[in-house]
Structures are given as structure tokens and as C-alpha cells.
């Protein structure tokens, strides 16, 4: 399975593209960013972001495509282009007929480092390790994509996972359902449960206001 991973911003949209493989074995195909200047009018900074996607879709053919999730919590106004730019990566994902997975930052962060609250440092660190490489890819957002794109292969049984991997991933591709704990998960596995309920409730609280 191809993945591509989807870090969602207006200035710099993160890509990073895997290949996954039985056991949890991944390899980066490539990562990068696509970038709009901040002096251009906010649609045709879409545009661009949406010809881009397409550009790399079209060059990797992924068989999933995971996206940040996107949660408004004090300042909505500072997440609006972050969250038009994820309804993008959606629509194209869906305009592709291709499996779509929403991902909080908390759950790729438990998910590569086993730590729901570790530093962006760590996670690119072990983004490196992972994958093996000599430098963990650059620019940070393009790392961030990677790893969003590990975490959805480990979450959705894409990569050789076992049943209590699924279980944590009940309803995942198109957004519905919660996220339960069975028995034998791991350490990072539960956490990844919790951080999943933790942001479901974090968006019932936020629709209700």
C-alpha cells in the first residue's frame, strides 16, 4: 500500500508519500511541501494548493491518503486557512474514490513515539529512525506529513497490523465512530484510544459553542 500523508497550511502544505509493507516495515518514497505566497488573493492560494495535491497524486498513484484533523479550540479565525486546505486534501481524496484517514496531531504522536504529548523535535527524530535515514526529510512540515502517513499505515492495518490495531481504528476512513480499547494494545496503542476520544470530544464541545 502507497500512502500519501497530507500536513495541512495555507503557506506550507506537507506531503509525504510511503510505501508500507507486512510487519510494520514503511519506506519513504519522497516528502515535500507546496508552497503559496502570502501576498496572493486566499482562493487562488487554494488553487494552488489543490493543482499541487493533484501533481503529486498523480506522480505517486497513493491507495490512501491521510489528513490532519483539524480542531478549532480558542482562535478560529487562526485555523480557518489550515482547515480549507484540509477540505481540500478530503476532496481530492474523494474525488480519487481513494480510502481517507483523519488523524489528531496527538494520535501521530503516540503513534510514532508512543508519547501523545511529545515534542515536534521527537517526532521527526523518530520519523528518521523509522524509516532509516540520514536526516529526518525537511522542511518540518513535510516530516509532519511523513508522519502522518506512518500513522495511518500502523492505525488502519494497511501495514501487517494486528486486530486490536484495527479496533483502534473503528470507523476511521470518513470520519465516523470512536476509537475503543481491546485487549492485548500496547502502551502507545491506548493512547492512541484516548487521544482519539479526547478529540471527539474536544469537537462536540467546540460545535456546541
Same mark, same amino acid.
Given at each position: 500500500?502507497?500512502?500519501?500523508?497530507? =500536513? @495541512?497550511?495555507? +503557506?506550507?502544505?506537507?506531503? #509525504?508519500?510511503?510505501?508500507?509493507?507486512?510487519?510494520?516495515?514503511?519506506?519513504?518514497?519522497?516528502?515535500?511541501?507546496?508552497? +503559496?505566497?502570502? =501576498?496572493?488573493?486566499?482562493?487562488?492560494?487554494?488553487?494552488?494548493?489543490?493543482? !499541487?495535491?493533484?501533481?503529486?497524486?498523480?506522480?505517486?498513484?497513493? !491507495?490512501?491518503? /491521510?489528513?490532519?484533523?483539524?480542531?478549532? *479550540?480558542?482562535?478560529?479565525?487562526?485555523?480557518?486557512?489550515?482547515?480549507?486546505?484540509? #477540505?481540500? /486534501?478530503?476532496?481530492?481524496?474523494? *474525488?480519487?474514490?481513494? @480510502?481517507? #484517514?483523519?488523524?489528531?496531531?496527538?494520535?501521530?504522536?503516540?503513534?510514532? +513515539?508512543?508519547?501523545?504529548?511529545?515534542?515536534?523535535?521527537?517526532?521527526?527524530?523518530?520519523?528518521?529512525?523509522?524509516?532509516?535515514?540520514?536526516?529526518?526529510?525537511?522542511?518540518?512540515?513535510?516530516? =509532519?506529513?511523513?508522519?502522518?502517513?506512518?500513522?495511518?499505515?500502523?492505525?488502519?492495518?494497511?501495514?501487517?497490523?494486528?486486530?486490536?490495531?484495527?479496533?483502534?481504528?473503528?470507523?476511521?476512513?470518513?470520519? /465516523?465512530?470512536?476509537?475503543?480499547?481491546?485487549?492485548?494494545? +500496547?502502551?502507545? *496503542?491506548?493512547?492512541?484510544?484516548?487521544?482519539?476520544?479526547?478529540?471527539?470530544?474536544?469537537?462536540?464541545? /467546540?460545535? *456546541?459553542?
Amino acid at each position: 500500500m502507497r500512502i500519501l500523508g497530507v =500536513d @495541512p497550511g495555507l +503557506t506550507r502544505c506537507g506531503i #509525504g508519500v510511503i510505501d508500507t509493507a507486512p510487519g510494520r516495515q514503511v519506506s519513504l518514497v519522497e516528502a515535500g511541501v507546496v508552497r +503559496t505566497p502570502a =501576498d496572493l488573493a486566499p482562493h487562488l492560494r487554494l488553487l494552488a494548493v489543490a493543482e !499541487g495535491l493533484e501533481e503529486w497524486m498523480a506522480r505517486h498513484r497513493p !491507495g490512501a491518503i /491521510a489528513v490532519e484533523r483539524v480542531f478549532a *479550540q480558542a482562535n478560529v479565525r487562526s485555523v480557518t486557512g489550515t482547515a480549507q486546505v484540509a #477540505g481540500i /486534501a478530503m476532496l481530492a481524496a474523494a *474525488q480519487a474514490r481513494l @480510502p481517507l #484517514g483523519l488523524h489528531t496531531p496527538s494520535e501521530v504522536k503516540a503513534a510514532v +513515539t508512543g508519547d501523545g504529548r511529545a515534542e515536534k523535535a521527537q517526532v521527526q527524530e523518530m520519523v528518521r529512525r523509522i524509516l532509516r535515514l540520514e536526516s529526518a526529510p525537511k522542511p518540518a512540515d513535510a516530516a =509532519d506529513a511523513v508522519a502522518l502517513a506512518i500513522c495511518h499505515s500502523w492505525r488502519a492495518g494497511v501495514a501487517g497490523a494486528s486486530p486490536s490495531d484495527r479496533a483502534v481504528v473503528a470507523g476511521q476512513h470518513g470520519g /465516523a465512530g470512536s476509537a475503543p480499547e481491546a485487549p492485548g494494545m +500496547t502502551a502507545a *496503542q491506548r493512547a492512541w484510544a484516548a487521544a482519539e476520544r479526547s478529540a471527539r470530544r474536544a469537537g462536540a464541545v /467546540a460545535e *456546541q459553542r
